[in-house]
């Protein structure tokens, strides 16, 4: 459990650190002596000299956005005088950033921490200091140190009133609810009602249990604002958490009546139709939410793929989500974004052909975005469109450098052409790109290349073994499966293509059964897979055992949506003869 603490801390850290400094800044700035820091004297000493020295390089090197320079030059700034704080401030704090698995351990984020300390309490007015350190603080859950410079700093600086925000959410992570409230009704005071610190306080009092005083809270905020559909909308939602369903329709309602055509005032309500199973209303408020002019187009695009996505999970009704889209479509009927996901909903219905279709306009706006041509290739191959599939990837290469996903699909689809020679040509041209490039010795060739480059060359030569099996070559086909496996041996798609043909050859059932109990080990819940290894026990005459496995591979199909005949058909062949026993 203290490993997952770790993660979390550093999640929460990176977040934070962010949102605090939206980039890492180095320190160094005046104190309120008008001093570069209070531990400088009028004798320099040499180790301070060199310390100084390093970091100013390194301000130079982060000035120019070289961090992992200015990295260096402040943490030799540090080590060569570490009571010289603006170094120790500026190399701690840039630690925290480095993501390595001895800087994240949390001894080594709270001696990170304890670099910056010296520096922040030499300089309470350096607001920025101030934040990062108490942020930091608190992550680690070094609460009281997060609240004493906080604390301090505010009393020095009480125009900014951000810090009392942080001081209410230290308050809070250190459950002393009193204190947290007392500080964001101080806050209040000063800069008026909020919705933001309403939920904070909202936040409180549930927790407290004081259901009454978190009502009272919203009240409030509408009362300061009354023309405000917002509050109204955080009314509803405090009532679902309390489950008064009531009063949630009423204050969505209420809100309604104060901005008829505020979007999230719809999506308040299409979310209450959707709890209540009011597929109508649900309906009618996405609508609406469609047609609102506070929404941009991504933000639509959200709303509909989310509500989309529900209804093709739960198996609804297509024409409701048919109707949406056709709203969608007529605001913005070129827009590339817009029929990319007409693309993916009309795969997702299966309509294939349609699919393809839709992101092929998406293309022609954007022919530079490789995601659409990966999306039509795919279409294409589902629809066994494979010439189609190798004709718009040479299109696709006049408009961009094609990843290795893309000429994965080139390569798939080359394999599955009836024109043999065009296949073994296109492969071929494959292998003749690879980095760095094959040489006819094998050995150094393997030993050249990276894993991902071995997966590659394996890919290949397994989809030419493929190739030729198909065309009725399977001594071919065997050649190329050990090549493949030769660069890379734990080739899950080439292990289980080699062993079933060869049980459809009856040839070395035992090399072949031996494959295929590999790939079940390094891919678990294929049902092609355990439908391999189901008939190659039925080739060896282990029908019990083979009709367990094929059960097994059916269960999985049917869970996944495959529909492969041809595990119905080994499923009755190996039926009949473990029936016979």
């Known amino acids: 459990m203290k490993g997952k603490r770790i993660y979390r801390i550093i999640g929460i850290l990176l977040i934070g650190l962010v949102t605090l400094s ?25 180790e301070r000299g060199k310390a100084r020295y390093y970091f100013l390089q390194g301000s130079i090197e982060a000035s120019a956005q070289n961090m992992e320079r200015a990295y260096e030059y402040f943490k030799k700034a540090y080590e ?45 007015r350096d607001l920025y200091a101030t ?52 500080t964001l ?6 800069e008026g009602k909020s919705q933001d610190i309403s939920l904070k306080k909202i936040t409180i009092r549930l927790a407290e249990k004081d259901t009454v005083g978190a009502i009272a809270e919203v009240e409030n905020l509408i009362a300061s604002n009354p023309r405000d559909p917002y509050g109204l909308i ?26 008829p055509d505020n979007g999230a005032v719809k999506m308040s309500l299409a979310q209450y139709y959707r709890n209540v199973g009011d597929s109508v209303m649900l309906d009618n408020m996405i609508y609406e939410a469609l047609l609102s002019e506070d929404f941009e187009l991504e933000d639509k695009i959200g709303i509909l793929g989310e509500y989309l996505q529900k209804l093709l999970d739960e198996e609804g009704d297509k024409s409701r989500g048919d109707h949406l889209f056709s709203v969608l479509q007529s605001q913005y009927p070129h827009e590339p974004d817009v029929l990319e996901m007409a693309a993916r909903y ?21 022919p530079a975005n490789e995601n659409y041509w990966l999306m039509l290739l795919s279409y294409e191959m589902t629809e066994k469109k494979y010439a189609d599939a190798v004709k718009d990837y040479v ?65 290949l030569y397994c989809m030419l073994g493929d190739l030729h099996y198909k065309s009725g070559e399977p001594e071919k086909a065997f050649e190329e499966y050990e090549t493949s496996l030769y660069f890379l041996a734990d080739n899950p798609l080439t292990l289980n293509n080699y062993a079933y043909f060869l049980s459809e050859e009856d040839r070395e059932l035992e090399k072949a059964k031996k494959m295929s109990r590999r790939v079940l080990d390094l891919v678990e819940n294929n049902p092609t897979y355990l439908d391999t290894y189901a008939w190659i026990l039925y080739k060896m005459g282990d029908y019990r055992e083979a009709l367990e496995y094929i059960e097994l591979a059916l269960e999985m199909a049917k869970e996944q949506g495959d529909d492969n005949e041809e595990y119905q058909l080994h499923y009755e062949a190996i039926k009949e003869k473990a029936g016979e026993e």
């Not at 320190?27 to 309120?32: D, L, V």
């Not at 950033?97 to 080594?108: A, C, M, S, V």
């Not at 009704?185 to 000063?190: A, P, T």
């Not at 790109?433 to 894993?451: A, G, M, N």
């Open 22 to 46: 939206g980039k890492l800044e180095v320190s160094g700035k005046s104190n309120e002596k008008g001093g570069t820091s209070s531990n400088e004297s009028m004798i320099v000493s040499p």
């Open 80 to 124: 060569s005088d570490p009571t010289f704080h603006d170094a120790a401030f500026t190399y701690g704090s840039q630690r925290l950033f480095l993501r390595t698995d001895t800087l994240q351990t949390e001894p080594e984020l709270l001696r990170s921490l304890k670099m910056m300390q010296e520096y922040v309490d030499e300089n309470p």
């Open 131 to 182: 934040r990062l350190y108490g942020y930091v603080s608190m992550a680690l859950d070094t609460l009281d140190e997060s609240i004493r410079v906080y604390e301090r700093s505010y009393g020095l600086m009480p125009k900014e009133t951000q810090l009392l925000q942080m001081l209410a959410d230290s308050y809070m992570r250190k459950m002393d609810s009193g204190k947290a409230l007392e």
């Open 185 to 190: 009704e101080k806050y209040e005071g000063i």
């Open 234 to 259: 955080m009314k509803g939602n405090l009532y679902e958490v309390v489950g008064n369903q009531d009063s949630v329709v009423k204050a969505y309602k209420d809100a309604e009546v104060l901005a």
């Open 346 to 366: 009309a795969g997702a219905k299966g309509d294939f052909a349609g699919a393809a279709e839709a992101i092929g306009y998406a293309i022609d706006m954007d």
């Open 395 to 459: 299109r696709a290469r006049e408009h961009l450098e094609p990843s290795l996903r893309l000429k994965n699909l080139y390569a798939a689809s080359a394999s599955m052409l009836e024109d043999k020679a065009e296949g073994e040509r296109i492969i071929g041209e494959l292998l003749e790109e690879v980095t760095p490039p094959l040489s006819e010795d094998k050995d150094l060739t393997r030993k050249s290349l990276d894993y991902d480059g071995l997966q590659w060359v394996s890919s």
